[in-house]
């Protein structure tokens, strides 16, 4: 049972190169997540998706786009990548909250740099 | 939406001896708690919750307690050992009823041999 995959673990990119974070999760969750983690600002939220086919902003949103490709992908672009984007960025996944599934399942991360 | 803050941001103990952990929230409306750890090189893992219709809720060594009135809540660990060593963090609903959450600023507690 993997739970919540993402890729790549470590990624380095120069400012203004695009990429794509992948997320996978084998849960059946409906809801998932990104998140971006900074020293001392705990997970903060960069958008968040309650079912295939929609999409939300979270705290954070300005710089990114997602794609919740069906009910287990959902992937984050970052389109021009800036040095204030160097984060750890985990991906989650979790059941609906009134079902009481509100437990959020973590991937394991991947810390980006921006240079 | 909730604002929650998270004190202390370090707390290094005796092994053996309880560590502490509190956050605050904003909204009153707000009605699950939960609290994470992280470990080095991980995603964080739920170790415990508590729904605003308790005020105390215990496993094992981690207990966590809730004050509505006074709008924060305490995580509780007895009789530390080293693999405590980690980070915590608390969250709540980002919004009122949601699935999305919001977390503290972590606290990252080193317990000592």
């Known amino acids: 049972n993997a739970g919540v995959t993402q890729t790549p673990k470590f990624q380095v990119l120069k400012t203004g190169q695009s990429m794509t974070l992948q997320c996978a999760q084998d849960?059946?969750?409906?809801?998932m997540y990104w998140y971006r983690q900074d020293p001392g600002m705990g997970l903060r939220l960069i958008y968040y998706?309650?079912?295939?086919?929609?999409?939300d902003k979270g705290e954070v949103p300005n710089g990114y786009n997602v794609s919740r490709l069906n009910k287990r992908e959902f992937s984050l672009r970052l389109e021009s990548a800036a040095p204030s984007q160097t984060s750890v960025y985990f991906c989650a996944s979790s059941g609906d909250a009134g079902t009481g599934g509100t437990e959020a399942f973590f991937g394991q991360g991947t810390r980006l740099t921006v240079v | 939406g909730e604002n929650v803050e998270q004190h202390p941001s370090t707390l290094s103990v005796q092994e053996g001896d309880s560590a502490v952990i509190k956050c605050t929230y904003s909204d009153s409306a707000s009605n699950y708690f939960p609290w994470y750890k992280q470990e080095l090189g991980k995603g964080p893992q739920l170790i415990i919750d508590i729904r605003s219709n308790v005020g105390e809720k215990k496993d094992q060594r981690i207990a966590v307690t809730l004050n509505k009135t006074a709008k924060h809540f305490s995580l509780h660990i007895t009789e530390t050992q080293p693999e405590d060593s980690a980070v915590y963090f608390c969250a709540a609903p980002l919004f009122q009823g949601g699935n999305k959450l919001t977390f503290g600023g972590g606290t990252r507690v080193l317990v000592k041999p």
């Open positions: 849960m059946n969750h409906n809801s």
């Open positions: 998706s309650a079912s295939e086919g929609t999409t």
